[in-house]
């Protein structure tokens, strides 16, 4: 018996976003920007990944770490470059690290440093450059923004439990969400605490 059908394959707009991080970035003009015209969302739910064991090669200037999939023995091994076109092209030049947690007593005082759930990139001057989180970096290396080195079994950090599929026509997606917001507000409103490399 023959079938009929078709295929569609969906591109994502923005990297998948926690309720934290949405909840704080969908403010943002340049998310804002990047979102403008996409009119489905989905909201899924997957164990968080956290970025893990974080060091830093003086050699190669790279920060070397783990992603970790909470709750499983599920992890990657990563090292990105700091020094490429979307951070720091010239290696004589410092480069901040900020690491961040969503664990209001998380703290570190040295590498490496484990439980991180975002990295902030400032240049010499703390001029922002980048924000990372595990999702953002898979996202950004998937589309050959971002070089990276990262091997392991991406399957687990890319499988979500889908709890509803909607569209936004007449409305931008972030101002949909917002109808959302108590939802996300209470999951998603936590200290967030920052320690700086």
Known sequence: MEHSGFSIEIKLAYAPLCNFDFTHLKQEPIVQEILKGSMLYVIGQRP?????????DNKDGSLNFETKLEGTSEKMNCNLPVYQEIIELDDTKA?????GSYDKTWSFETLPVSQVNGIQIFDKDMRFILWLSPDKLLHLFWNNIVKANISGDLRPFTTYLVHYVGKATDQEVWQRLTGHATLQEILSIVLIVYSQL
């Open 95 to 99: 480069v901040n690290v900020l690491f």
């Open 48 to 56: 968080m990944i956290t970025f893990d064991n974080i060091t830093f």
